[in-house]
């Protein structure tokens, strides 16, 4: 399932991502502002209430989004992907 990207120096690209998520943040204004659109959204919903809700965020990038879900309902199961 994890087959190698040709020519991709894993580590390398590892090392990249990891050394701009620490300013990522500062950066992404365009971002802050989709995620905190998008959370007044999901507020403004009616949606039915459920025992074991599971939130999605996609494209969660360094995870602003997913801990702000996780304050919304703590019981649900949060599935960030990037």
Known sequence: MNAPVSGLDARRASRNFSSAAATYERAAQLQAQTREQLLTMLDAASLPAAAN??????????????????????????????
């Open 53 to 82: 809700p599971c939130l999605v965020d996609l494209g969660c990038g360094t995870g602003l989004g997913a801990l702000a879900l996780r304050g919304r309902d703590p019981r649900a199961t949060i599935v960030a992907l990037d």
